[in-house]
């Protein structure tokens, strides 16, 4: 509990010891003692209302209150009065305790923040902030420290929590070689690890970034209460104001009656439990994706996942580990050493996973290479050895001219040419994801309808990898603008909406234009990330499932929370109008609906997922 709830807590102790008192009283006194009640409990709602005022803004749940309970005691109904700024303040308190509750999860992401980095310069072992680390500094980390950038592990073994990075309980062991991402806390072990990033590119700064601008994106439930609440307040007004004076002025009626009605109807018309239980309904629900290792940008994108019809797929790095190796190698009338050299040369600048692939083929080529062009969806060209060299698909070898031999092993063809003549194709390979075709599957049981792959590879290969998953529909050989085409193409004729998971810089521009675009943040690159609306941290496809299965739940329990509160107040303000509710039922229809309300949002906290 924050130190202002605690103040809040004591000043509603001490009100209702005074309001208890108020019974004991007699005459002045007991008034004194409800007064100093209803002050203690709610100067500070009388304050933000008077300075609400000033600036403009008449018309709040603040001025309801003041103006409900300040005539209450004009009118000597002290108890009334009092009980109504103690219960408010109570809701007060509970909601800002359910709204601390929900953001544990994402406001835990916070401290991934590393407060130092240890860096070795010189033999000598220099404490300097995370921002001052720079790639290729040697970093020490003893255990119970936190990781400042991420980096590769050059001496020494440990295990590492990396479970507010990737969701996942399991310590995670770790080696030489091992790369280790920025906010995991060595557990044990003392570890030497060349930085590979700034830490302003670290993995933990863009996680600190999202969940900093995650609830800017308001789904159309929670704009739509901001606009409701903006005219429903002064229309209640306006109707308490002619319910207090049209009887008296028109139809003789006694004043005071009306106007114990009339006040009863502003107490019961403040819009609290829609205020304050939606939109700590979409929180609640980003908080649940957190604890699961997945960071979601706002309610927009929850209420999106909630109605699903089609997910499309990356298939490089999504539905595949992205882990790729050279499975077949076939020159073309050349040693295959000398095909993987030229291969190696002009991948030597791609930081592509097939590039990767073919260097790891042929780790130290001998060559010079320069003027490197990469045509994204082609490949690669490059001057290696003074020649003219490329590698790239067989739509590349087409457009310099080159006939090639077409090669039907399964995988990823690349075909290399040297000084205008083919020299033969390498044939790279990825493992499919273990969960994958899991994945799949669950999601069609969770009602998604259809499920479509996209890729640059080869149809057969394709085909394979489609199978293998059961995906419904896939689509081969495209360049990243086919992407889009399809994209557009599916979402126009999806009845929900359409879902695209990917993870490379490729794939930026179809997570914009998907509904929503998933990217997969461990592997991702960092346009990926920027461009999508939710980051699996762990790069788990089989955390898919249980995501949309979280956005229905926390769709359907705002939407429960928005009938249930319309539905009371709708009730408890017509009873109030006939003068048939009271001051206390009032209380309930405002505070009380209030807290029911925020109660039903934290379910989405603890979303129960397939």
């Known amino acids: 509990m924050t130190k202002r709830q605690k103040r809040t807590l004591f000043r509603i102790i001490a009100s209702l010891v005074l309001f208890a008192a108020g019974w004991f009283l007699e005459d002045w006194f007991s008034a004194g003692a409800f007064l100093a009640a209803w002050l203690i409990a709610g100067y500070d709602v009388l304050w933000r209302a008077i300075r609400n005022i000033l600036r403009g803004q008449f018309f709040d749940e603040k001025f309801l209150m003041s103006l409900a309970t300040g005539c209450a005691l004009a009118m000597q109904d002290w108890s009334e009065g009092a009980a109504v700024m103690i219960f408010f303040q109570i809701g007060e308190l509970f909601e800002q305790l359910a709204v601390e509750r929900s953001r544990v999860s994402i406001a835990g992401l916070m401290d991934l923040r590393p407060d130092y980095a240890m860096v070795l310069r010189d033999g000598a072992e220099i404490e300097t902030a995370p921002e001052d680390v720079q790639i290729g500094d040697i970093l020490l980390v ?4 936190r990781i400042a950038v991420d980096g590769v592990v050059l001496e020494g073994a440990g295990t590492l929590d990396t479970s507010k ?29 060349r930085a590979e990033s700034a830490y302003a590119h670290s993995t933990v700064a863009r996680i600190l970034t999202l969940v900093e601008t995650a609830s800017e994106k308001k789904a159309s439930a929670e704009r739509m209460i901001t606009k409701f609440a903006r005219h429903y307040t002064p229309c ?53 994706a957190a604890k699961l290792g997945m960071i979601v940008k706002g309610g927009v994108a929850l209420e999106q996942l909630s109605r699903t019809d089609t997910v499309v797929f990356d298939k490089t790095g ?8 050279v499975k077949e190698i076939a020159p073309n009338g050349i040693a295959e050493a000398e095909l993987l050299r030229v291969a190696a040369l002009c991948e030597a600048y791609s930081n592509h996973p097939i590039a990767n692939a073919l260097r790891s083929a042929c780790p130290s080529p001998a060559g010079t290479v320069a003027d490197v062009q990469e045509q994204p969806g082609f490949g690669i060209t490059a001057t290696v050895d003074g020649k003219k060299a490329a590698a790239g698909n067989s739509k590349l070898m087409q457009s310099l001219g080159i006939s090639v031999r077409e090669t039907e092993a399964v995988g990823t063809s690349i075909y290399i040419a040297y000084d205008g003549a083919y020299l033969g194709s390498l044939t790279v ?91 997969m943040g461990g592997v991702g690159s960092d346009a990926a990330v920027e461009a999508a609306d939710v980051v699996i941290l762990n790069d788990d496809i089989g955390k898919l499932p249980k995501l949309i299965s979280l956005a229905k739940r926390t769709v359907t329990i705002a939407r ?40 039903n949002s934290l379910r989405a906290l603890h979303s129960k997922t397939k």
């Open 165 to 193: 990075i990737t969701g996942e309980s399991l310590p995670a062991e770790v080696g030489v070689g091992s790369a280790v991402v920025s906010g995991s806390v060595n557990i044990s072990g003392v570890l030497k690890i």
């Open 429 to 519: 390979g990825d493992t499919l994801r273990e969960n994958a075709a899991q994945a799949i599957t669950a999601l069609r049981a969770d009602g998604v309808k259809k499920t479509v792959m996209l890729t640059g590879d080869n149809f057969r290969s394709a085909q394979l990898y489609a199978t293998a998953c059961g995906i419904d529909e896939f689509h081969a050989q495209l360049l990243p603008q086919d992407k889009v085409h399809a994209i557009e193409s599916l979402t126009k004729n999806a009845q929900g909406a359409v879902v695209f998971v990917g993870d490379g810089v490729n794939d930026a521009p179809v997570l914009t234009l998907a509904d929503v675009g998933i990217a």
């Open 560 to 599: 429960q929370n928005i009938v249930f509160a319309l539905a009371v107040k709708g009730i408890c303000l017509l009873l109030g109008a006939l003068g048939i509710a009271s001051m206390w039922l009032a209380v309930f229809a405002d505070v009380g609906v209030a807290v029911l309300a925020i109660l």
């Open 318 to 325: 999504t539905l595949t580990q992205g882990s790729f190796s």
């Open 142 to 145: 003893r255990a119970g420290e």
């Open 236 to 288: 209640v007004i306006l109707a308490a104001v002619l319910l207090a004076a049209i009887p008296p002025l028109f139809f003789a009626q006694p004043f005071q009656p009306w106007l114990t009605r009339a006040l009863t109807f502003l107490v019961i018309s403040c819009p609290c439990a829609l205020v304050i239980s939606v939109p700590l309904s979409f929180f609640s629900g980003m908080g649940a």
